[in-house]
């Protein structure tokens, strides 16, 4: 799966990408604030997202998620402060608290991989904060006919 990372904090995302590539996926980029990412969504092309809130040009986190969910990539917020999740979510799977445990990140992973394979679990991991909205899987008609998430 091509895991887009948006976070600030270096050590953080560092941890985060080597957590990503060790489950058996592939990193395709880290941004730091909303320009990088969304150039980096553009570019790149991910089929998933772990999106920080507070970034460094202050909380565009939410505004990088809604766009997300608007072209049909799914991604989980990942906050020190989940009270700053819009009730919403924003379009989110579901939130992550930091500090994560690296089975939490796991779990998370192994959720998003069902989703997207088109075999949902029955429950979402305990380390994933829900949306407590119904998750939807479809196909995405973009250019690159990827199955993707839809909610």
């Known amino acids: 799966m091509r895991t887009l990372i948006v976070e600030d904090e270096m050590l953080l995302a560092m ?5 990503v590539e060790e489950s058996g996926h592939r990193v395709i980029g880290v941004a730091t604030d909303f320009a990088e990412a969304m150039a980096l969504i553009e570019r790149e092309d991910p089929e998933f ?3 920080d809130i ?11 998620g809604r766009h997300l969910a608007s ?4 991604y989980i917020f990942v906050s020190g402060n ?3 999740i819009p009730e ?3 379009g989110a799977l579901g939130a992550i608290e930091k500090p994560y445990t690296v089975n939490g990140l796991q779990n998370a992973l192994s ?29 995405d008609q973009s ?9």
């Open 15 to 19: 941890e985060l990408e080597s957590e």
């Open 111 to 139: 959720y998003v991989d069902a989703l997207l394979a088109g075999s949902p679990p029955k429950s979402m991991p305990p380390s994933l904060v829900a949306s407590g909205r119904p998750v939807h899987t479809g196909h």
């Open 71 to 74: 072209v049909g990539i799914p």
């Open 49 to 51: 997202a772990f999106v």
């Open 143 to 151: 250019q690159h006919q990827k199955s993707r998430l839809v909610g």
């Open 88 to 90: 919403d979510f924003a």
């Open 54 to 64: 507070q970034l460094r040009d202050g909380p565009t986190g939410i505004e990088i």
């Open 82 to 84: 989940l009270k700053r």
